[in-house]
T-cell receptor, first 112, second 115 residues
Framework: EPEVTQTPSHQVTQMGQEVILRCVPISNHLYFYWYRQILGQKVEFLVSFYNNEISEKSEIFDDQFSVERPDGSNFTLKIRSTKLEDSAMYFC??????????FGQGTRLTVV | AQSVAQPEDQVNVAEGNPLTVKCTYSVSGNPYLFWYVQYPNRGLQFLLKYITGDNLVKGSYGFEAEFNKSQTSFHLKKPSALVSDSALYFCAVRKGSTGFQKLVFGTGTRLLVSP
């Protein structure tokens, strides 16, 4: 069964460093998303991407964040200068239509 | 703005007994409703959805959920729980319209099924 894959599974970075989280969505999907889950809290929407542009973003997704689909298969989330409060599990998701989203296993980002 | 409430942090049930995990929602217009499950160190797995049609929807692993418009609820149920059902369950809602609408998740309910 096709699935969304994310790498790395765990990333530790120093505060102020740039990180890139990588995702390979399901191949025929058209909508791509990033969500995050701070430990013990709810899953929160960050950004959606469709037709090579951001379709919606939350207030969390400030200028420190960016997304890119550099080729036909990858979808990345970049955090330019990480802060301690960016520590969270980051989930990539994709969908064929704007209906249900299929999530990856997540990347646990730890900022020290 | 849409929101989801999962009133129970944890639900405990004995194996073989029926289980219910509660969810209520608030959204303008028609809702699209979802249940996801998260096993330890794993991502979110889609269980089932309600878009339109029959109020009782069936999903993966024997789970089902009932959409109740008057009570704005979408409770997850299973007739006979398994120990392997122990996990974190998230209810989510989005506005029912074409085009992208973000998912809004509840805080999650931990289900513990004892042998």
């Amino acid at each position: 069964e096709p699935e969304v894959t994310q790498t790395p599974s765990h990333q530790v970075t120093q505060m102020g460093q740039e990180v890139i989280l990588r995702c390979v969505p399901i191949s025929n999907h058209l909508y791509f998303y990033w969500y995050r889950q701070i430990l013990g809290q709810k899953v929160e929407f960050l950004v959606s991407f469709y037709n090579n542009e951001i379709s919606e973003k939350s207030e969390i997704f400030d200028d420190q964040f960016s997304v890119e689909r550099p080729d036909g298969s990858n979808f990345t989330l970049k955090i330019r200068s990480t802060k301690l409060e960016d520590s969270a599990m980051y989930f990539c998701a994709s969908s064929v239509t704007a209906s249900e989203a299929f999530f990856g296993q997540g990347t646990r980002l730890t900022v020290v | 703005a849409q929101s989801v409430a999962q009133p129970e942090d944890q639900v405990n049930v004995a194996e073989g007994n029926p289980l219910t995990v509660k969810c209520t929602y608030s959204v303008s217009g028609n809702p699209y409703l979802f249940w996801y499950v998260q096993y330890p160190n794993r991502g979110l797995q889609f269980l089932l959805k309600y878009i339109t049609g029959d109020n009782l929807v069936k999903g993966s692993y024997g789970f089902e959920a009932e959409f109740n418009k008057s009570q704005t609820s979408f409770h997850l149920k299973k007739p006979s729980a398994l120990v392997s059902d122990s996990a974190l369950y998230f209810c989510a809602v989005r506005k029912g319209s074409t085009g992208f609408q973000k998912l809004v998740f509840g805080t999650g309910t931990r289900l513990l099924v004892s042998p």
